[in-house]
């Protein structure tokens, strides 16, 4: 996604650039210069003897990653909010000092080679602060490095073709930016001889990838052969510099097929076990139980397979011997057959068979020694059902279960309990508690004869938030003895699948001074005390609504900056989404406390602002500024201006620009 200059933008920068142009460089021009942006950007016109007169020289040697050394020449460009403000600047030796850059500013300093000595490389950096003209400031040394090409291939396994369909990207930048796929390295494909060319800096660690998701699905369609090649949905070398030639094998990820099992249960004399009931789950999470074939003496069950399905045997009891519960987990491997890992039996545990579309084999049931309590964990959910967030546990034998050995904490959210919210309780009048992990009700069932258990949420569990199953101990059904294993919790987080649409003007700019406008937002504390806040200058945070998790990309650009009613350029980048999640915020709690409250808290997995001036809410995002300012006034402006863009996950893409007081 790119920004959208708008015109007010594009004429201030174009007046800015003129500036940097003209031969006469006075620190007069330079602040005209700035200051006429900023009416451009604010629509006011301020005070001829409130401009800003503060500006940057920009230091730095160049050397070359390999040993340290000084380039013999290159060319210096800068580039602030995507307009060129200082356009390739010649500079013979490595050392190089650019003048009149604005203060406090993100900008790109583009570093090229005149003589293709190396690769070209861009660093974000801020300007830094400066209370004067052409202020110093000294950034050390930028290193680049020749280049290296680097071939890829990567076969397809299933059918020993190259594929061709990938991309491969690379990033070389130093600091950080959203500005950064701007500047990324790109494969091409050599169609004649199947391979992917790419060029990086030789001397600096460089990570490539390519999307193994082809069809945008969500899921990847190809599987590396190692899997130190796959990072998220991305095909995917750490160390790109340290070769010149890499092949890399990977595996067409199966479509989903009906597969039959037949399992033949058989005790330690090869005698086939019935009264068994099996269940198998495929790849598409559906269940299916076993019918007995009496011919062969086998148990017969069908599942979808793609990657991936599980038979659960639960305990069960043939001639007065009682067998413990058993698992079978079939995956595909990269050859195409399959690998067969059984738990809570006898003999083979681990091994390979081959994919066909009915599968045979033959388990032997572990028998359970009589009035024995050891209790195993034969398999434990990974992951809560999606329809319910219900958890499952297999066991080894029979279990009963009590609810109050049974629990679910929410881990992120937490209880505000007031001194004045109830004169019956023990939190004393002026005191406000804070608790964490929040216990949800839940409720429980048993199956497979006993020993599978599922614990169910009462309640709908609330999106953005994080959680705890915990099962403390249960009581072997056979010996009535209460037993606590290893392997039975889960933890797991909530997607938020709100419906609220993102609106840019629900993002706030606070200072959290317990004032809004110069006044208490809180005026007395729960014992009724009179709270007396000042109005002091203080940190800046940018608040942003949880309906940014709706957006695929959303990012700010500070351009100007109000404090006491003067007005200053100032440039600053801040990426708060990225690929659809949430990037470089915190969350936070907000709860609105008069300044002299006490708060004891508890148990807190999460931070807790009480001055801000929002309204209370469980979850907000933050980023801070950099800024340090107090509350916009009516009679004295405090603000920030950003230009804006965002997209949504429906490809939407709004941009615009917003000017936010402080609150």
């Not at 399992?263 to 009264?275: C, E, F, P, R």
């Not at 198998?280 to 009496?294: L, N, P, R, Y």
């Not at 997607?495 to 609220?500: A, G, I, R, T, V």
């Not at 959303?554 to 200053?568: A, E, G, H, M, P």
Request: aromatic residues 8%; negative net charge.
């Amino acid at each position: 996604m790119k920004y959208v200059n708008l015109i007010m933008m594009s004429a201030s920068l174009c007046l800015l650039t003129a500036c940097f142009e003209v031969e006469d460089n006075s620190s007069s021009d330079v602040a005209a210069a700035i200051q006429a942006q900023n009416e451009i950007l604010s629509g006011t016109t301020y005070p001829t003897n409130e401009t800003l007169t503060s500006t940057v020289a920009l230091t730095g040697i160049i050397v070359n990653a390999l040993d340290g050394k000084e380039v013999s020449k290159a060319n210096v460009t800068i580039i602030a909010a995507d307009e060129i403000i200082q356009d390739s600047l010649v500079f013979t030796g490595g050392e190089f000092k650019i003048e009149n850059l604005p203060s406090n500013s993100d900008i790109e300093v583009v570093i090229e080679s005149t003589n293709e000595e190396f690769l070209s490389r861009v660093f974000f950096i801020n300007t830094g602060n400066s209370d004067a003209i052409n202020t110093s400031n000294d950034f050390g040394t930028f290193e680049v490095s020749i280049a290296n090409t680097m071939q890829v291939s990567v076969i397809n396994k299933t059918t020993g073709l190259p594929l061709s369909a990938l991309e491969f990207i690379a990033y070389s930048h130093a600091g950080s930016s959203s500005r950064a796929s701007k500047y990324k390295h790109t494969s091409t494909y050599d169609e004649v001889n199947g391979i992917y060319n790419i060029t990086v800096p030789k001397f600096i660690n460089t990570a490539i990838r390519a999307n193994l998701d082809i069809n945008k699905d969500g899921e990847i369609d190809f599987t590396p052969e190692s899997n130190n090649n796959l990072s998220g949905n991305d095909l995917y070398v750490s160390s790109s510099n340290t070769q010149d030639i890499l092949t890399l094998y990977v595996e067409e990820n199966m479509p989903l097929a009906e597969v039959e099992f037949r399992i033949t249960l058989i005790d330690s004399s090869a005698n086939a076990l019935l009264g068994a009931e099996l269940t198998a789950t495929g790849s598409d999470e559906v269940e299916s139980q076993s019918v007995f074939d009496e011919e062969s003496e086998q148990y017969v069950l069908s599942a979808t397979f793609g990657n991936s399905s599980t038979i659960e045997i639960p305990a069960f009891s043939v001639n007065d011997i009682d067998y413990q519960s058993s698992s079978i987990l079939f995956n595909m491997n990269s050859e195409g057959s399959l690998t067969v890992h059984v738990s809570g039996t006898l003999g083979n545990s681990y091994y390979k068979t081959p994919y066909l579309d009915i599968i045979e084999l033959a388990i032997m049931p572990r028998p359970t020694d009589s009035g024995t309590s050891n209790l195993e964990v034969v398999t434990a959910a990974k992951k809560v059902n999606v329809a319910d967030h219900s958890f499952s546990v297999f066991y080894s034998q029979q279990i009963t279960a009590s609810a109050s050995n049974l629990s679910l904490t929410n881990t992120s959210g937490y209880t505000v309990v007031k001194g004045n919210d109830d004169s019956n309780d023990i939190v004393l009048p002026g005191t406000t508690i804070i608790s964490g992990n929040v216990d949800v009700p839940v409720s429980f069932e048993t199956s497979l004869n006993n020993t599978k258990l599922t614990i169910t949420p009462i309640s709908t569990l609330t999106s953005g938030q994080s959680y705890q199953y915990d099962i403390n101990s249960l009581v072997v059904t056979s010996t009535e003895q209460s037993v606590d294993v290893n392997g039975d919790s889960l933890s797991f987080s909530i997607e938020d699948l709100s419906d609220d649409a993102f609106d840019i003007n629900e993002v706030r700019v606070d200072n959290n001074n317990f004032t809004t406008n110069g006044v208490a937002i809180t005026v007395t504390n729960t014992a009724g005390d009179v709270a007396n806040p000042s109005n002091n200058n203080s940190n800046i945070y940018i608040y942003l609504p949880s309906s940014i998790e709706t957006l695929q990309n959303f990012s700010l650009r500070l351009v100007s900056i109000t404090v006491d009613d003067i007005s200053n350029n100032s440039i600053r980048d801040y990426r708060f989404v990225r690929d659809g999640s949430p990037y470089n915020v915190s969350t936070l709690g907000l709860i609105q406390l008069a300044e002299n409250e006490t708060i004891l808290s508890d148990n807190l997995s999460i931070n807790i602002e009480k001055g801000s001036a929002q309204e209370d809410s469980q979850k907000v995002y933050s980023a801070y500024t950099y800024y340090y300012m107090s509350d916009d006034m009516n009679n004295s402006e405090n603000s920030l201006t950003f230009e804006y863009a965002y997209e949504t996950k429906a490809g939407v893409v709004s941009t615009g620009t917003i000017k936010i007081p402080v609150q």
